[in-house]
């Protein structure tokens, strides 16, 4: 199969541009809000309840994927994008006449939703879209995306924040939204058998509540209420019991929301612990490593800024160019190379100090991108390659909330090594250096777990009819 048919001129063309435009919804508004933090606390007040913003969006786009995965598969993606969309808008909105911190926050859970039903039904419409090979070079147009948004994100939130009004970080999504919607209706066709689903609505409320309380634990847990006070065993038992209750459910009912068969094959559980160490190392660096530019090496915000710069299009450079690399050596073997990178990265990191200059700092994050963008989408690739359409959908989802569940739990991990070392001296730069180091050596050892993911993978996994 060659690659005419590939492209935004394609006949295929108009509907990657809106998954691209969609992709983009969620890709800009994980960092366009960072700017604009102290611009909305000035307005709205709420400083002490700011983190939440993120939190919230973190969680509900965390426990909602698993459901919109199964859903794709049941009722097609189509409607579920644009259910995605919908509610992404309807927060934009609501973020944008907010009147107060609560509201906000109440609002950016209302994003995060439609972004857990946007990013992996947009990487399932990819999916079904295109085969292995074309992947290889569509994979450089959303890689493109998530490379711009990294640098347009925090401008616009900063432009907006200081020229018109941080209210348009959410009322830029409007248009965006609408656009996309109205080429996917427009563009996108698709056959999904009308059967009357079983939908698994026990298993999605046990799922949602027990995620939802793991990760409000390791969210606040050191730091809302200690890890082992009464409140912090509650939150993190109960959820528990309630996730032990959902797999019980999942054996028996017809159509589970989230298959276990999909934690006991082997290509999906590794990639799928693969994307999970790529978040948590994400988290991990982009948490702590502009606070060590600007308090160990004295750096501005604009200048600590760049350091994660570096990460964020390294990561989609190398992206571009996954596709020709697995091609060559399979899923396997682009992936591995990418996990040794990253350790490289890592190990590198330790070589950081109170006198190391910001362009140390910045090629080091470089470094740990290119690796990062050469193991994340062979792993996804591959797992989406194992599985038919009917599996397509769920199979997605699973990778992309292992990630994001990464994400959390680098949060909190990483935030109680920090904790535990700076002890309330945050502007400290002798702390400061010692807490990177320390986190550094949390990142190393995930970076090691996602090598040896990696070489679990099957050796043999590139199709035979790509």
Known sequence: MTDTGVGLRSERGPVLAAVMLATALVAIDATIIATAVPSIVADIGGFAEFPWLFSTYLLAQAVSVP????????????????????????????????????????????QGLGAGAIQPTTITMVGDLYSVQERAKVQGYIATVWGTASVVGPTLGGVFSEWVSWRWIFFVNIPLC??????????????????????????????????????????????????TSVP????????????????????????????LWVFRRRLLMSSGLTSFGIGAVLLGLTSYIPTYAQTALGAGPLVAGFTLATLLLGWPLAAAQSGKLYLKLGFRGCALIGATIVLAGCLLLLLLG??????????????????????????????????????????????????????????????????????????????????????????????VVMVAMVLLMPRNDIPEDV
């Open 67 to 110: 459901v919109f995965g199964k859903l794709s598969d049941l009722f097609g993606r189509k409607p579920v994008v644009l259910a995605g969309i919908a509610l992404f808008l309807a927060g934009s909105i609501g973020g944008g006449l907010a009147g107060g911190i609560g509201m906000l926050i109440a609002f950016r859970a209302v």
């Open 178 to 227: 609408v656009i996309a919607a109205l080429v996917i209706v427009r563009s996108f066709d698709e056959r999904v058998a009308r059967a009357r689903p079983s939908i698994d609505y026990r298993g999605t409320v046990l799922l949602t509540m027990g995620l939802t309380l793991i990760l409000l634990g390791l969210l606040e847990g050191g730091q809302s209420w200690a890890w």
């Open 232 to 259: 912090g065993l509650a939150v993190l038992g109960a959820g528990v019991v309630l996730l032990i209750a959902f797999g019980l459910l999942e054996r028996v009912v017809k159509e589970p929301v989230l298959p």
């Open 354 to 447: 109170r006198h190391s200059s910001v362009w140390e700092v910045g090629a080091y994050c470089l470094v740990i991108g290119v690796g990062m963008g050469l193991t994340g989408p062979p792993t996804i690739v591959a797992a989406q390659a194992s599985v038919g359409w009917e599996e397509r959908g769920v199979v997605t989802a699973s990778n992309v909330f292992l990630r994001s569940l990464g994400s959390a739990v680098g949060v909190a991990v990483f935030g109680a090594i920090a904790n535990a070392t700076i002890r309330g001296a945050a502007s400290d730069p002798e702390r400061m250096t010692t807490a990177v180091h320390h986190i550094v050596v949390g990142l190393i050892l995930t970076s």
